[in-house]
């Protein structure tokens, strides 16, 4: 189940993003697809829980081709789909590496690292593959907009996530000690 729901955030987020016309909060653009990616880290992150790290790359790949499968189907430019790949093979290696290293409550190694990794995905992603230097269809100007609206996106279901683990892991561990 864990699998499939980080292949189904990842293949949704993409039709998410072609279907529905970004969000403009205030001076921020955010593609309707950044809501549910924030998602696919923490749902990567549980995978890596149960399969380990070496098998949770094998799922990274498939996840990226599934990705980049779709993106075309939807009629995505072939510099939009590199750029979706390329940002989505830094992000999640980054996240699962960090989460791998880091000797913290899983709420927090879900935050930390998804923190970073959602980083990267925008920068990446905004930079190659909307701005000028990518398709052109952001000016500068709009870059370091969209690059901030959607790290805030991505922080937010972030941190509700990592709360929301943490609930889920504080009730078990209550259960467990009073058995």
């Known amino acids: 189940m864990r699998i499939f729901l980080y292949l189904i955030s990842i293949v949704t987020a993409n039709v998410v993003t072609a279907a529905f016309a970004p969000l403009n909060i205030g001076a921020f653009i955010v593609p309707m697809g950044t809501l549910l990616i924030g ?77 970073v990794g959602g980083l990267l995905d925008s920068v990446i992603f905004v930079i190659i593959g909307l701005s000028p230097l990518g398709a052109n269809f952001l000016p500068w100007e709009a870059v370091p907009f969209a690059i901030i609206g959607q790290v805030l996106v991505k922080t937010i279901i972030q941190g509700m996530g990592a709360v929301i683990l943490n609930m889920v892991n504080n009730h078990s561990t209550k259960n467990a000690i009073s058995n």
């Open 39 to 115: 998602a696919t880290f923490i749902f990567r992150d549980l995978v890596q829980n149960k399969y380990g790290r070496k098998k949770t790359y094998i799922f990274i790949g498939l996840a990226l081709i599934l990705s980049a499968i779709v993106s075309n189907i939807l009629g995505d430019t072939l510099l939009i789909v590199l750029a979706s790949a390329a940002s989505f093979a830094v992000a999640e290696t980054t996240d699962t590496e960090i989460y791998s290293r880091l000797k913290l409550p899983m709420a927090w190694r879900v935050f930390y690292s998804g923190l």
